[in-house]
């Protein structure tokens, strides 16, 4: 992996391809290696970037709460440092989320963004409380003890054993997730707005995918606005996982949604 210093916190990445840059944001106890089945395939055409975000993975993980804001401009400086003016942005999950922030407070950098299993919904009361729960869980049981708790359930229940090893090559980058990022990044998302205006209002192109059988985060959840500007695709059989439970499902449905932009 690459690394840069963006206000004095290290930003790790990966970055494979030539062309439109095209980056990926992983989710919450994720780090880049979410993307590996997708990227290969991606950068045949794409210049696709890969970060490890704040809290996770490589990538420096602070101690104390996060915000999406906060999130979304580490990447907007590795941008800067890449000097790539202008990028698509697609996000899993939390990556989702951020790539919302993006949208809403510097879309002059964006040439189109996507959420993938992710919402513009916020946090509800009963989900703001399971994030302190989260915290809690962590902090007295340890990161291997939360991440085993969580990761089954990001599949679709007959994944959970036909998909072993993707289940547990999860669990692998989940576990090197540094305790106080998952900590940071957790109170990050119970604070984050409502954007679901920033949907219905952005006249750049928006790609919203969803799993059929996402249990985190149902497709009604996902496909809040269906504007013109606005592509929508469901995948069968998935569930919060695709890029592991459908990949190339997954690849089909970016690729054509990129192929769209320059049409």
Known sequence: MEKVMCDGTTICYAEQGKGEALVLLHGFCGSSSYWDEVVPELARSYRCIVPDLRGHGKTDAPVGSYTIEQMGNDVLQLLDELEVDKAVILGHSMGGYIALSIAQLHPERLNAFGLIHSTAFPDSEEAKEKRLRAVST???????SF???LVPGLFAPEHVESLSAQV??????????PPQGAIGAALAMRERPDRRDVLSATPLPVLLVAGEKDGLIPPERTFTSDKPHIVQATIAGAGHMSMYEAP???IQVIKQFMTGLSD
């Open 138 to 144: 962590i902090q007295s049981a340890g990161i291997v």
């Open 168 to 177: 547990n090559r999860v669990k692998e980058i989940g576990y090197q997730t």
């Open 147 to 149: 991440v085993d708790g």
């Open 248 to 250: 190339e499902e997954l």
